[in-house]
């Protein structure tokens, strides 16, 4: 993967999107087995949406996006998404144990 400097055409920076993605998808997943570990520590319904724990990541990962020269409102969208996909999980997976 080149830096966006080095890139000398479009295909330089579209193999470099899509090794960036790739360890995005990577990550995601390492999460997500996390995810499923968080939900053998849960005690109900309220414990695995935590409103509280939620409010406190969204603003954290605004912070983050500032901190980095992002737009907060984007990066807060995808984490909402991503959280709102992963409480669903853990919810299933709560309800099992």
Known sequence: MKLPEDCEGIEDVRQSIDALDKEI?????????????AARFKTGEQSVRAPERQRAMLSERRRWAEEDGLDPEVIEAIYRTLVSYFIDREMRQWRKT
């Open 25 to 37: 998808v990577h990550l995601i997943g390492r999460r997500a087995r996390y995810v499923e570990r």
